[in-house]
């Protein structure tokens, strides 16, 4: 490589941590990418600085995910697209929107073409695990991404970028014993999905009261969603806190709980202008932020520095984009981000 394709990769990681960079402080333990920022001094969001690559590169990367087209998927594939362009390799982003059986398909379409490496997320990891094998037995790099914290290296990827979900939803939990909420229903947006059943249980693991775990609808179906919350808070009357483990979800406990009649202490998982706009409303107090920009952008990156220079990283740990938490305090300065399309 020469040395003006390594400056364009050493400030494209130097791009990825300094616009998305906080104070939030990860478990010793594990390899962490900085997480949100706690506290804000201004609502304007900083200057974005275009890197351009010096050459282009015949390298093609696959993004194999169980992704669909919305609030928080995009962004993931917008950094996965930035840090593309910014270093002249090509990105295939192959979205499924939960389908295992097509998520499967696209794993084996992306080996078949001779991938130079995959990112993939494990949401169900009994069905993609075998497919994640076959391809690093045909010499394919793999990086694992948003969900797969726990499966990544027993399958053989080189590392797992994203956050640890128990943990994120010990944070949560601690946020409602600080609130005085009693009871938690952990409303779930999903069926099958390993990740979101993992925030419900670190939920459980903190929280000081009782939780309650529901599937209460995809978030292709508001309306049920809305519905089904709000019939079980009127089956309860002990349920004062509602955590949505999606952003679109959390958003909806507000209609569930005006529906109701109730007061509730709401929180929420990821980022969307829905739910920005309720937490500056007051009407939800706090949301998880996992950085999902960061899990497109680094997971290039990383597959990159492997396919030209056998760079790994994480040491067998993998890299944390989150937990980090948005609240009333630096909503403001998000907000600006969010509308940048980058949170």
């Known amino acids: 490589m020469t040395k003006r394709r390594w400056a364009v990769a050493l400030a494209v990681l130097a791009l990825a941590f300094a616009a998305c960079g906080g104070g939030e402080e990860a478990a010793p333990e594990e390899t962490a990418a900085p997480a949100a920022t706690e506290a804000a001094t201004t609502t304007e969001a900083p200057t974005t600085v275009a890197v351009t690559p010096t050459q282009s590169s ?99 990827a080189i590392t797992h970028v994203g956050q640890t979900e128990i943990v994120a939803g010990e944070g949560a939990g601690e946020f409602f014993n600080d609130l005085g909420a009693g009871k938690v229903l952990c409303a779930q947006q999903e069926q099958g999905n390993i990740g979101l059943e993992e925030r419900c249980q670190g939920l459980e693991a903190t929280f000081n009261g009782e939780v309650v775990t529901q599937f209460v609808g995809l978030d292709a179906e508001p309306e049920t969603q809305i519905n089904t919350i709000a019939a079980a808070l009127q089956a309860d009357t002990d349920i004062d806190g509602v955590l949505g483990v999606g952003p679109n979800v959390a958003v909806r406990a507000v209609e569930a709980g005006n529906q109701a009649g109730r007061d509730l202490y709401i929180g929420g998982f990821d980022i969307s202008n829905d739910l920005i706009a309720a937490i500056e409303a007051g009407d939800v107090n706090f949301t998880v932020d996992q950085q999902q920009y960061l899990q497109g952008y680094l997971t290039i990156v990383f597959l990159y520095l492997n396919a030209t220079n056998l760079n790994t990283v994480g040491g067998g740990l993998p890299v944390l984009t989150g937990p980090g938490f948005v609240t009333t305090e630096n909503v403001g300065q998000v907000k600006a981000l969010v509308d940048q399309g980058t949170r």
Do not use: C, R, Y
């Open 58 to 156: 015949d390298l093609t990367f696959h993004m194999v995910t169980h992704s669909d087209d919305g609030v928080f998927w995009s962004v993931v594939k917008k950094g996965a697209q930035d840090a593309a362009d910014a270093l002249g390799v090509e990105m295939v982003w192959s979205p499924s929107s939960n389908d295992p059986e097509k998520q499967v398909q696209d794993m084996q379409a992306a080996v078949a073409s001779a991938s130079d490496g995959i990112g993939v997320s494990l949401a169900n990891p009994q069905a993609l695990g075998p497919e994640v094998q076959a391809a690093i037995a045909a010499g394919i790099p793999v990086i694992t991404l948003n969900s797969g914290s726990n499966q990544f290296k027993e399958l053989g």
